[in-house]
């Protein structure tokens, strides 16, 4: 019997490489799914979006945030995030966006590791996001609202205050 049960939280930690936030249950999909047709597939629940971008897209992820704005954020907030990137750079191709606003922006810090630490659920649609930007400690407010049923982001809000460069 306790073969079995080692095994079990084995294989638990084997597969479940995000970590636990308080109420959150094990989340196995570290990348976003991609269906048949090549399309991206976004998870249903507020947190799953949220660890999904950082991984993937904010966090020097191999992903264009691009592939997954238009099904994450709401137009609104894709409009000013295309106009912030072209205020800083030309897009050569496609759509272009500023997803550096989710982080610090820290372009030096005293690690090489950029990481989300926890995800605190705020209520009235608003989640903080605790992460490490290159050993840099940060603060960021995102807020969803309900889009055909869907969670969507309209706010994001860095919290200069957090940390210190």
């Known amino acids: 019997m306790r073969k079995y049960i080692y095994s079990i939280i084995s294989l638990l930690m084997f597969f479940c490489s995000q970590p636990l936030w308080a109420g959150d249950a094990c989340r196995v999909m570290n990348t976003l799914a991609t269906s048949d047709d090549g399309t991206v597939e976004v998870p ?20 264009d945030f691009s592939e997954i704005a ?18 800083n750079y030309e897009c050569i191709d496609g ?3 500023a997803s ?10 005293p690690s090489d590791v ?16 605790y992460y490490s930007d290159l050993g840099i400690d940060g603060l960021t ?6 889009v ?18």
């Open 70 to 87: 238009e099904k994450v954020c709401t137009p609104e907030l894709c409009r000013s995030l295309k106009e912030d990137y072209l205020d």
């Open 95 to 97: 759509d272009c966006y």
């Open 44 to 63: 249903g629940d507020e947190i799953g979006i949220l660890q999904t971008i950082y991984k993937n897209y904010v966090f020097f992820g191999s992903k």
């Open 148 to 165: 055909n049923g869907k969670p969507m982001i309209d706010k994001i809000k860095l919290d200069k205050s957090y940390y210190e460069w």
């Open 114 to 129: 950029s990481e989300v630490k926890k995800i605190v659920e705020k209520g009235d649609g608003w989640f903080d996001v």
């Open 141 to 146: 407010s995102i807020h969803f609202v309900k």
């Open 100 to 109: 550096w606003k989710f982080r610090t922006c820290s372009q030096d810090g």
